[in-house]
T-cell receptor
């Protein structure tokens, strides 16, 4: 079992739909990152969080430390949101990030 | 634009060869991280340098080495290349020694033929 599991692996939705991507991890962590990787390959850091909830525009990230679970929500989804979304965690006392396998999101117009 | 510059964007080479990937971090960032992304393994952390010193090591092969220079740019050296080394190699930077918000370069696509 991977330390970081994402679901679903693939998600296709219509423009305007509310999107949820889930990330579960098996170790105690000091931080969790959500990254976005566009088809061209570039990676952008969306959020870094260790508790609670963060919001940026139409994106919302939440984390439940007790349940070892985080979600990334996209409201009013748009075709430009089509990308691979990657969850990564930094274990307590660790320096390295461990990555999930990513969720491929496709938003159709 | 993240402010992190990676060169070259693409590299095609043969098995057994040696290549050097270069990364210039965002202005003011002291940490540089190297990651490998392959189709079967996903993203994996290789190594981190902070202000010229190695700070953390991940799944980096002995055939691979890295360094960070006084001007804070970093180089990742890959030697005795194998077909399985074909991957996208990313560099990222952050201001401090711990992995806060990361700023990624656009990556170097390495193809070993």
């Amino acid at each position: 079992k991977n330390e970081v599991e994402q679901s679903p692996q693939n998600l296709t939705a219509q423009e305007g739909e509310f999107i949820t991507i889930n990330c579960s991890y098996s170790v105690g962590i000091s931080a969790l990152h959500w990254l976005q990787q566009h088809p061209g390959g570039g990676i952008v850091s969306l959020f870094m969080l260790s508790s609670g909830k963060k919001k940026h525009g139409r994106l919302i990230a939440t984390i439940n430390i007790q349940e070892k679970h985080s979600s990334l929500h996209i409201t009013a989804s748009h075709p430009r949101d089509s990308a691979v979304y990657i969850c990564a965690v930094r274990g307590q006392g660790a320096q390295k990030l461990v990555f999930g396998q990513g969720t491929r999101l496709t938003i159709n117009p | 634009d993240s402010g992190v510059t990676q060169t070259p964007k693409h590299l095609i080479t043969a098995t057994g060869q040696r290549v050097t990937l270069r990364c210039s971090p965002r202005s003011g960032d002291l940490s540089v991280y190297w990651y490998q992304q392959s189709l079967d393994q996903g993203l994996q952390f290789l190594i981190q340098y902070y202000n010229g010193e190695e700070r953390a090591k991940g799944n980096i092969l002995e055939r691979f080495s890295a360094q960070q220079f006084p001007d804070l740019h970093s180089e990742l050296n890959l030697s005795s290349l194998e077909l399985g080394d074909s991957a996208l190699y990313f560099c990222a930077s952050s201001p401090g020694p711990d992995q806060g918000k990361l700023f990624f370069g656009s990556g170097t696509q390495l193809s070993v033929l």
